[in-house]
């Protein structure tokens, strides 16, 4: 069939070429419609149920929320992962769900389980979804700033201006609004007044409920005109509230304005933002919809917002600070060099090794081909271009050229023997047909040996599995070219051939010729050396670090700062503002935006002790310092000068990724499960203090449970019910006269604003004050609260973290020169050996280092396999056992280099590292299929074992260099490449050009000793003699 295949289109040149010139503009046309990011989409199927409950504690949230709805939910058909926060009015509780799972059919099964439970949950209590986004959905953040307007208006601009016209763009799930003060109407009673006029907060309330709606009277028909009737009763301003009819004393109404004051103030606050040190600031977050293109998105976004500063008040701007294209550029433009410079690398190599340029240019031919046509395919099934899918391309580079080297390799050797009156044509057949068995043979073997990767599952899957597959498309796409539009070209361009052989192969064959003969002669030395080196390498690998992922360079930092717990909102922003103000004085540093505590919406449910740092660098040809790490260590200078606060560093995406895999914000997590919160605390921290003291732990963090005060009210049921009073009546009176109560709101125009009623601050501030509320009892007489109730002050939780509906508290850690399992190892010996464990509690660890022996397990699996796969597939190519096993050897060979290389690079066995050691296996594969190929053709066309070897290493000695150096130079530009994503790539990288090293002097020198040794029963028995004693052959003529 190959044969066929050959012979058509090199009768059909003209229209081979043009079929080819076709899919290439086929293929550059697919490229612009692909989805550009930065990054594979890493996230699960998730839905998040968010459940606000003002008021409530966060231990009172957790029984009468978090656990019932834990309860129903818990079981849904493909839920892999339930976890839960529970903080002061607030329960988040995720659930994550299966592969695959339409995101759609989860969030219905999950409000049908809502459904259920939601007539149990307490009165006042708002439960809905999360949008439908990702953990990466983060893809725009900007402020909403302006010279002599107040944040509330800033807010309200954002709100209801800005807001609504950025959801309208396609891709955008929701915009988080965050900062600044929410508008509202304050109705503060004057509790002297209401008692004067017998009327309570109650009155007010129901006053004020009842006097904002409008209504509809059907129609009346008069005169064959028809009239709507409707009533107009709604609040339209502060002075309608102002006077609304309370009640009636002596003939004479009573209005609001009579017994309370009316003012414009804010929503009770959960968060701030700030920036530069420089006061409170608005800031918008726009979320990409899951699923969608996030460079589309964002170019609407910034559409919609250039279009939008035209009509914006005077002096008001949208300042971004974060923008993920920035990011997506750097990533793409990162394997975009590392394209460029391969593909100048291996032209280089083509011309050093041919010596012929137009044979250097056939070959180099294949890869603008093979890269365009790859992209038909990736369109077709809705790979995105990323730093993983188009980094496939980039590490496939040199391997890609391997089919055309050698069988643009062969024609030159062909053509330079050829006799006079021979059609070239002719020749090129013949030498495309040689080496089409092996191409084919190599080509399939390195595709199989990428497909187990396919089957890699979680994070590791997400990141791999599109690099594997754009190799594996690349990969068949070269192949099938090398056989159809390389021989085209090749009897265009190489009809002359080359007219002088090529002076560095001659030398390289002086060389490589006595080693292969000495190596013949003491098979048995060779091989104990070849042995000894890998046990060599063997050895260094118990010392070579182990972790799941290498951290990758996002370009911007984020700092996690946490204070004391129960710190209030304005100290915990005027500590962020000193630490800005302090980071600023950093030459480096252009600009610090941070956001503390929630949002409204509890999208990004933080306590107030909590802020996440936003720093914004200058263009690195300004920094003063030597790179990143030199400036966090800077940065950790400033911040251990401010007492009382934790911190740790991560990164926007980093951050987010490691908060949907095991719901912390750092690479590891220690997790120690128990139902008892003084327990869970005590135990924690004495896990805490281990963790420290093991080298290597930074920005060491751990999730407070206890630290928040507390003023309880704890009604005397016995006084009270002398009274008439019951305990709903003290908990209505404390939620709305201290907690505040938004009873209605006031439409104005498209916005909304709530109304707020709530005593004065004197009267709810402390203990004293509020027991000097006073309570109505049924028969109209006032008591004092502190007579029907004790008011205390005590400690207690901060928040309750469930997983799997447990309780859980999580000690986390980032590392500093430390592999996460060897870090993992010591800190499981050190808990067994000083610390017993509470009956029933129980420890776990997650973060990277659960992902780590996840893919550990996979790839104990995935590697067989393909090793397994390689070897069947040897065999039926090769009909031979013995041979099969021969080339397989080129595997632990292939091994050293790679270990060798990881171990004095001094990265750690990751993912990427692994992967690397199984393309290197693939590779090192097909140039042991060039090899033997060679010997077995040689030894049909009638030539002896030892003539058969030595002629077939010595003429496949060009080939054999020029896969493993092309590819080897292919992967250099990602080897030395420093931008964002290189991380991911180095150490494969590394461990493939180490591997090809070795593989290759393996290959060129021990397998044709291997197989003469293999070979030589065999020999024998078709010689039907013993074969004599090796001696070196007489030198032949010709070139090659």
């Excluded at 009604?715 to 209505?732: A, H, K, L, Y």
């Amino acid at each position: 069939m190959i044969a066929h295949l050959i012979r058509f289109v090199l009768t059909q040149r003209l229209m081979v070429m043009v079929c080819a010139l076709g899919l290439s503009a086929a293929g550059a046309w697919a490229f612009l419609q692909l989805p550009i990011d930065a990054f594979p989409d890493v996230s699960s199927p998730q839905v998040v149920v968010i459940v606000k409950a003002p008021g409530m504690a966060p231990l009172e949230v957790e029984r009468r929320i978090t656990r019932l709805i834990e309860v129903e939910v818990n079981g849904i058909e493909k839920q892999t992962v339930l976890r839960s926060l529970t903080k002061y009015a607030l329960a988040s509780i995720i659930i994550d769900f299966e592969e695959g799972t339409d995101i759609y059919w989860a969030r219905q099964q999950v409000s049908e389980r809502l459904n259920q439970v939601w007539s149990s949950l307490p009165a006042g209590v708002e439960a809905g979804l999360a949008p439908i986004t990702t953990p990466l959905g983060e893809a725009y953040m900007f402020m909403v700033e302006g010279e002599g307007h107040s944040n509330i208006e800033l807010r309200g601009l954002l709100d209801w201006v800005i807001r609504p016209r950025l959801l309208s763009v396609e891709g955008v799930a929701e915009v988080n609004a965050l900062g600044g003060e929410v508008r509202s109407y304050h109705v503060i009673p004057d509790p002297d007044a209401l008692l004067a006029v017998g009327l309570n907060i109650a009155d007010l309330e129901k006053a004020l409920e009842n006097n904002n709606r409008n209504a509809g009277g059907d129609r009346v028909v008069r005169n064959n005109e028809v009239l709507l009737v409707r009533t107009v009763g709604q609040i339209e301003s502060d002075e309608d509230i102002r006077n609304i009819t309370v009640a009636t004393r002596d003939g004479q109404p009573i209005h609001i304005k009579d017994l309370a004051s009316v003012s414009i103030g804010s929503l009770t606050r959960y968060g701030g933002v700030t920036k530069n040190g420089e006061g409170e600031f608005v800031q918008g977050i726009v979320l990409n919809r899951m699923g969608a293109n996030a460079s589309k998105t964002i170019a609407g976004i910034k559409a919609v917002l250039k279009e939008m500063e035209k009509s914006l008040p005077a002096g008001v701007k949208i300042v971004p600070f974060y923008d993920r294209t920035d990011l997506v550029n750097s990533a793409i433009g990162t394997v975009k060099t590392a394209l460029l410079a391969a593909l100048v690398l291996v032209m280089i190599v083509l011309i050093v090794f041919l010596g012929y340029m137009r044979g250097a240019i056939t070959v180099t031919a294949i890869l603008p081909l093979s890269i365009l046509l790859t992209f038909i395919p990736m369109y077709l099934g809705g790979v995105s271009a990323n730093l993983m899918s188009l980094g496939g391309l980039a590490i496939a580079i040199g391997v890609l050229v391997d089919p055309a080297v050698v069988v643009v390799e062969n024609i030159q050797t062909h053509l330079a023997r050829r006799l006079k009156g021979v059609d070239p044509l002719h020749i090129v057949y013949r030498a495309v047909l040689e080496v089409a068995q092996p191409v084919v043979s190599g080509t399939l073997i390195i595709i199989v040996v990428f497909l187990p990767l396919l089957s890699l599952s979680g994070l590791e899957g997400k990141l791999f599995s599109p690099l594997a597959l754009t190799i594996t498309l690349a990969l068949a796409v070269s192949m099938v070219l090398a056989l159809t539009v390389i021989p085209v070209l090749a009897s265009f361009l190489m009809q002359g051939g080359p007219t002088k052989e090529n002076t560095l192969i001659a030398k390289l064959k002086g060389i490589h010729r006595p080693m292969v003969v000495f190596s013949l002669k003491h098979r048995k030395m060779a091989v104990l050396f070849s042995v000894l080196l890998l046990a060599g390498a063997l050895a260094l690998y118990p010392f070579i670090g182990k972790e799941f992922m290498p951290v990758l360079d996002e370009g911007m930092t984020v700092v996690i700062v946490e204070k004391l717990p129960s710190i209030s909102l304005e100290r915990s922003l005027e500590i962020d503002g000193d630490i800005q103000r302090a980071l600023m004085t950093l030459p480096e540093i252009e600009g610090v935006a941070a956001r503390m505590g929630s949002d409204e919406e509890r999208l990004d449910p933080m306590g107030l002790y909590q802020t996440d740092n936003f720093l914004l660098t200058k263009a690195r040809s300004e920094w003063t310092v030597d790179g990143p790490a030199a400036l966090e260590i800077k940065v950790r200078e400033i911040l251990d000068q401010f007492p009382g606060i934790v911190y740790a560093f991560t990164q926007p995406i980093d951050m987010r990724v490691s908060e949907m895999l095991s719901g912390v914000r750092a690479a590891l997590a220690v997790k120690l499960y128990g139902e008892d919160l003084a327990l869970l605390e005590e135990t924690s921290k004495k896990i805490e203090a281990l963790v420290a003291e093991i080298p290597g732990s930074v920005d060491l963090v751990r999730t407070p449970i206890t630290g928040q005060r507390y003023l309880e009210v704890r009604p005397r049921s016995e006084i009270m019910s002398r009274f008439g009073i019951n305990t709903e009546d003290i908990n209505r009176l404390i939620s709305t006269a201290v907690g505040g109560r938004v009873v209605t709101e006031v439409q104005e125009g498209v916005r909304r604003t709530p109304v707020l009623l709530r005593y004065p601050e004197t009267m709810r501030n402390s203990a004293e004050a509020i027991g000097n509320i006073l309570v109505e009892t049924p028969t109209g007489n006032k008591v004092l609260l502190s007579l029907l109730a004790d008011i205390v002050e005590v400690d207690g939780p901060v928040q309750v973290i469930h997983e799997g509906v447990l309780r859980q508290v999580v000690i986390q850690t980032n590392l500093e020169g430390r592999d996460i399992v060897g870090f993992v190892d010591e800190i499981r010996a050190a808990i067994d050996e000083k610390i017993t464990l509470p009956p029933g509690f129980f420890v776990a660890f997650g973060g990277q280092f659960e992902n780590q022996q996840r893919a550990a397990k996979r790839l104990a699996i995935v590697v067989p396999i393909a090793i397994t796969l390689i070897f069947l597939f040897l065999f039926t190519t090769f009909n031979s056992i013995r041979q099969a096993g021969l080339i397989i050897l080129n595997i632990p060979f292939a091994m050293i280099g790679g270990i060798v290389a990881l171990f004095f690079s001094g990265l750690y066995l990751s993912v990427p590292a692994s992967v690397g050691f199984i393309a290197l296996f693939g590779m090192a594969i097909m140039n042991g299929i060039v090899m033997v190929s060679y010997f077995n053709q040689l030894r049909e066309e009638g030539l002896g074992l030892q003539d058969a070897v030595l002629q077939g290493a010595e003429r496949r000695l060009r080939p054999v260099l020029m896969t493993a150096i092309t590819t080897g130079l292919g992967l250099i530009p990602l080897l030395l490449a420093t931008g964002p994503g290189s991380e991911l790539q180095k150490p494969l990288a590394t461990v493939v050009i180490g591997g090809l090293v070795t593989s290759t002097l393996l290959t060129l020198i021990l397998l044709p000793t291997l197989y003469a040794w293999f070979e030589a029963g065999s020999e024998s028995k078709r010689m039907g003699k013993v074969l004599p004693p090796l001696v070196p052959p007489v030198k032949t003529g010709g070139r090659s």
